[in-house]
């Protein structure tokens, strides 16, 4: 959510890189309180990848899960500020 171009309120979940979907709290509180743009999205993609829990041993592998939560993480947020 948005009050006055600030963050408010923010709810990420990233699904398919383990058995369970994981809520993504670190990545949440990168963008409260910041003002809506590319560094809080790049802050916010990056918490994201580093504690997404990643629990699957067959390939592919950790690191390029960790990127997919990263580019969905950004990809979201981008496709938000066209809505």
Do not use: F
Not at 59 to 72: I, M, T
Request: net charge positive; charged share 25%; hydrophobic share 35%.
């Amino acid at each position: 959510s948005l009050e006055n171009g600030k963050i408010t309120e923010a709810k990420l979940v990233a699904g398919g890189i383990s058995n369970h979907p994981c809520r993504l709290n670190g990545a949440e509180k990168a963008l409260l309180g910041q003002t809506w743009g590319e560094g809080p999205m790049q802050q916010a993609a990056r918490a994201g990848a580093e504690e997404a829990v990643v629990e699957m041993a067959q390939s592919p592998g950790e690191q390029y899960r960790r990127h997919l939560v990263a580019s969905g993480v950004r990809q979201v947020l981008k496709d938000m500020t066209k809505a």
